[in-house]
């Protein structure tokens, strides 16, 4: 095997939050620019039933979070998802990101065997650790960055695939 | 450590293109019934420099062809991006599909550890296969499909996160 389940999971979800750090960035002087208020793009969203930005971010931070904490078995912090502007959300990441640095990389080992089981109601359905990390977790954390991202390139933000992946030069 | 570099990539990118194929299925569903063309729903963007539905599951397909390619030293086939319709979008997935279940693990073996340079005229970034496939690769291969989903439902198809996660129960 080529992988550990840590550098599958935390460091991938850190630079993913950093990036999300770097898009705020971004947007920011973009509003500051164009004269756009800052509660506009933190409202915006893709379609009347989709979380906005603030929902995605927050979506984020819970995605990564619940991974590690079912993984790992540790407790994890309670986020109360009241972010409602630029700094606040910055915040929440910043916040997602020290705890995540805080969890040793045992925490993770032998996570790959563990059974995981998810209660949504009358469906609950269960995964092997492994499986959930990469068919579910993964998947599930990048979908709420890329809407986030998406959020702001639909709202004329000036952003790019390169800041998506945290490759900007710039 | 306990995930296979395969493991990691093609089962996973396999996962997913069904889930391409399964929002096409509710998408073309709710075209029929709205009476909308579903040359509407190829062409729809959420940016006016973002690529349209096509150019997303074009891109997608790609992501995962490359990432195989690149990290086992295979021969992959060529596509034309030239699908513009929902039945060539089908079978560009059902295509790439195909060709990822053609790689042998094994092929897979070792690359955890390869260099990969990418080549973007004056940008080279150069990975070790690890690092290529979880910070580059599945990021990069989940932008698509998540925009692909987000463009539908900027359109009004109705779809949710279980169909993304290729959980729906329906």
């Given at each position: 095997?080529?992988?550990?389940?840590?550098?599958?999971?935390?460091?991938?979800?850190?630079?993913a939050l950093n990036v999300l750090t770097a898009l705020l960035d971004k947007a920011?002087?973009?509003?500051?620019?164009?004269?756009?208020?800052?509660?506009?793009?933190?409202?915006?969203?893709?379609?009347?039933?989709?979380?906005?930005?603030?929902?995605?971010?927050?979506?984020?931070?819970?995605?990564?979070?619940?991974?590690?904490?079912?993984?790992?078995?540790?407790?994890?912090?309670?986020?109360?998802?009241?972010?409602?502007?630029?700094?606040?959300?910055?915040?929440?990441i910043?916040?997602?990101?020290?705890?995540?640095?805080?969890?040793?990389?045992?925490?993770?080992?032998?996570?790959?065997?563990?059974?995981?089981?998810?209660?949504?109601?009358?469906?609950?359905?269960?995964?092997?650790?492994?499986?959930?990390?990469?068919?579910?977790?993964?998947?599930?954390?990048?979908?709420?960055?890329?809407?986030?991202?998406?959020?702001?390139?639909?709202?004329?933000?000036?952003v790019?695939?390169?800041d998506f992946?945290g490759?900007s030069?710039g």
């Open positions: 095997m080529a992988l550990s389940m840590y550098q599958a999971s935390i460091p991938v979800f850190v630079h920011e002087a973009h509003a500051a620019e164009k004269g756009v208020q800052l509660s506009t793009l933190v409202e915006a969203r893709l379609a009347p039933d989709m979380y906005p930005l603030s929902g995605q971010i927050q979506r984020a931070s819970d995605a990564c979070k619940f991974t590690i904490k079912r993984l790992a078995g540790v407790d994890a912090p309670s986020f109360e998802d009241v972010e409602t502007t630029f700094p606040e959300l910055r915040k929440r910043a916040d997602t990101k020290a705890w995540l640095e805080s969890v040793p990389a045992a925490a993770l080992e032998g996570s790959e065997s563990k059974t995981i089981q998810l209660n949504w109601g009358d469906f609950k359905p269960s995964f092997q650790g492994d499986a959930y990390l990469l068919s579910f977790a993964l998947p599930n954390f990048y979908f709420h960055v890329t809407t986030a991202y998406a959020i702001l390139r639909n709202s004329g933000v000036p790019g695939k390169l992946l490759l030069q």
